[in-house]
Structures are given as structure tokens and as C-alpha cells.
Nanobody, 116 residues
Framework: QVQLAESGGGLVQAGESLKLSCLAS????????MAWYRQTPGKERELVAR????????EFGDFVKGRFTIRRDNTKNTVDLQMNNLTPEDSAVYSC?????????WGQGTQVTVST
């Protein structure tokens, strides 16, 4: 089993930055690429950013528009999401995701709220 724990969410004002971190524990050698997703009430979960096992960013949501970066540190088993120039539309629960053979792991999520 793998456990994913997110941290770094909170309340910020529009235009500010926030860094989210995802810490993986357990059988981390079984997971490959990782990703951040987000979800707001009444909407489907959407991809924010994806990164390969080797630490190469692979995909970003269309809404990111160059504002976010994703980094992975396999020595610390962490994946960070740096979010800049946040807008109220970025308010959501952000969750860490890691697939393994035959399994999908999700964190509990961390709330990000951006005020005007």
C-alpha cells in the first residue's frame, strides 16, 4: 500500500502564490508517474499537472496557462505543485494521485481558497 498526504493548502488573495506538497509513504517503489487533480462542488475532478517517475512534467490542465509548476523529489518521495498568480477560479480541493499496477492511490486532499 501507498499513502499520500497533501499539505500546503489555505486561503490566499487573488494574485498570490501557494505551494502544495504531496508526501508518499509505504511501498513507494510501486508507483510511477504522479499527478495533482482538483475538484470543486458540482464539477468533475480535473487534472492540474502530471509528472513522470523520473521527474519530467508531462501534462498541465488548460487553465494552468504557465502559472503552475510541478516538481518531484524521489529522494524525499514528494511531489510539489507551485501555484502562482492564483485566481478565485482556482479555489478547489487539490488531491495527489499515484497509480500503481492494478491500483490507484489518492490523498485526502487539501483545500485551496482564493479570495478576491
Amino acid at each position: 500500500q501507498v499513502q499520500l498526504a497533501e499539505s500546503g493548502g489555505g486561503l490566499v488573495q487573488a494574485g498570490e502564490s501557494l505551494k502544495l506538497s504531496c508526501l508518499a509513504s509505504g511501498k513507494t517503489w510501486t508507483i510511477g508517474g504522479m499527478a495533482w487533480y482538483r475538484q470543486t462542488p458540482g464539477k468533475e475532478r480535473e487534472l492540474v499537472a502530471r509528472i513522470t517517475r523520473g521527474g519530467v512534467p508531462r501534462e498541465f490542465g488548460d487553465f494552468v496557462k504557465g502559472r503552475f509548476t510541478i516538481r518531484r523529489d524521489n529522494t524525499k518521495n514528494t511531489v510539489d505543485l507551485q501555484m502562482n498568480n492564483l485566481t478565485p477560479e482556482d479555489s478547489a480541493v487539490y488531491s495527489c494521485y499515484a497509480p500503481a499496477p492494478g491500483l490507484d492511490y489518492w490523498g485526502q486532499g487539501t483545500q485551496v481558497t482564493v479570495s478576491t
